[in-house]
């Protein structure tokens, strides 16, 4: 008797689905059609009217704003170029970098005139937003540390004028 009331208990979990596969939800951008009184046509509610991201205020300030360049915001900018540039443009900014010996499209070289004429602002918006094939560090590059970027790029442009001067 116990072995048979053991096998019923068994087989009667083994028949119940408890998946969450297969449970009632909303998908995310999915719609939400069927469902009573929901204010909008999709799961996902819009912003209200003059949200604004907490930070997202002094963020925009910090990018408008460059701060004075100076040894320690150069050695940052080294620091986070290495780190997020040097792989597509090349320690030396020439457009080199491992991932076009991969077969990545090759940037533009830092020397390159259009690139010395960019103004600072226009860099630091192409670091946050992506220009051409390269996606935008907006997510990971704060804007301190796109100016430091920045500033780190001119000291190669320096560099390389100084160089093909020189010989």
């Not at 979990?13 to 929901?38: F, I, P, V």
């Not at 604004?52 to 620091?79: F, K, M």
């Not at 080199?96 to 960019?118: H, L, N, Q, T, W």
Request: charged share 20%; with cysteine; proline share 5%.
């Amino acid at each position: 008797m116990n072995r048979t009331a053991t096998l019923l208990l068994l087989l009667g979990l083994a028949a119940c689905d408890e998946s969450m596969d297969h449970q009632n939800r909303l998908k995310t951008y999915g719609s939400a059609q069927g469902t009573a009184n929901w204010p909008s046509g999709r799961e996902a509610l819009p912003l209200v009217k003059g949200t604004v991201a907490q930070g997202a205020l002094d963020r925009e300030q910090q990018t408008a704003n460059p701060p004075p360049v100076s040894i320690a915001l150069l050695q940052r900018g080294h620091e986070r170029y290495d780190i997020y540039c040097a792989v597509c443009h090349g320690l030396t900014g020439a457009g080199d970098g491992i991932v076009v010996a991969r077969g990545f499209p090759k940037p533009k070289s830092f020397s390159d005139p259009e690139v010395m004429r960019a103004s600072g602002k226009k860099l630091v918006d192409a670091i946050g937003q992506g220009y051409g094939t390269m996606y935008g560090f907006a997510d990971r590059v704060e804007p301190k540390d796109r100016w430091a970027i920045t500033a780190y790029i001119r000291a190669l442009q320096l560099a390389g004028n100084t160089r093909k001067g020189s010989s």
